[in-house]
C-alpha cells in the first residue's frame, strides 16, 4: 500500500475549495451547537433560581 497522496492533479482547484468550505461549515455548526448549549444552560440556571 502507497502512502497517502494529496496531490489531485487538475482537479485540484475544485477539491480544495471544496474541503475549505466543507471544514467551514462543520466548524460554523459546532460552535452554533456550542453557543446554544450554553444559552441553554444558562436558561436553566435561570429557571432553577426561580
Given at each position: 500500500m502507497t502512502g497517502?497522496?494529496?496531490d489531485?492533479?487538475?482537479y485540484a482547484a475544485f477539491v480544495w475549495p471544496?474541503?475549505?468550505a466543507s471544514l467551514?461549515?462543520?466548524a460554523f455548526v459546532v460552535v452554533r451547537t456550542l453557543m446554544a448549549a450554553r444559552r441553554w444552560?444558562?436558561?436553566l440556571k435561570d429557571e432553577?433560581?426561580?
Amino acid at each position: 500500500m502507497t502512502g497517502l497522496t494529496l496531490d489531485m492533479g487538475q482537479y485540484a482547484a475544485f477539491v480544495w475549495p471544496a474541503w475549505g468550505a466543507s471544514l467551514l461549515g462543520l466548524a460554523f455548526v459546532v460552535v452554533r451547537t456550542l453557543m446554544a448549549a450554553r444559552r441553554w444552560s444558562r436558561a436553566l440556571k435561570d429557571e432553577a433560581k426561580r
